[in-house]
């Protein structure tokens, strides 16, 4: 018959169809005739023919806060020290992007560390700090 290959007459591709016709297959972004995915986000303002700006755009949104256990706090910090976003970045334990920390309240703290006034508590570590 000429055509080769072990798969028959139509080649695994079935008889019709759009994936059976040859050299052409929807894109890796095809969402099977859903809304695609650019035309989800709201058109920007200002946006029109003759600008340059990007018709369709979206952001990602603010990275949430970093959370960081007592018992991290009790072991890489000395008696006295404070307990601050640079100084946790130092020591490696958030990340360099970090704009906000919650401190959780597993573990026990029993060393005296000062807070910088942008670290955030749980409710059971404030609790815990009250008593």
Same mark, same amino acid.
């Given at each position: ?19 059976? &016709? ?8 095809? @969402? ?6 650019? !035309?989800?986000?709201?058109?920007? &303002? ?28 009790? @072991? ?29 309240? @597993? ?15 749980? !409710? ?8």
């Amino acid at each position: 018959m000429g055509r080769g290959g072990k798969r028959g007459t139509f080649s695994g591709h079935g008889s019709k169809g759009q994936k059976a &016709r040859s050299g052409v297959h929807p894109g890796a972004d095809f @969402r099977g005739g859903d809304t695609p995915l650019w !035309k989800l986000f709201p058109k920007r &303002r200002g946006a029109n023919k003759k600008t340059p700006i990007k018709h369709r755009f979206f952001q990602l949104r603010a990275v949430k806060a970093a959370t960081l256990n007592l018992e991290k706090i009790e @072991r890489y910090f000395a008696d006295g020290e404070t307990v601050s976003l640079e100084t946790l970045k130092a020591k490696n334990l958030v990340k360099n992007y970090v704009k906000t920390v919650k401190v959780l309240g @597993r573990g026990q703290l029993k060393k005296v560390v000062k807070f910088a006034p942008e670290i955030q508590f749980s !409710k059971l570590v404030t609790d815990a700090i009250k008593k």
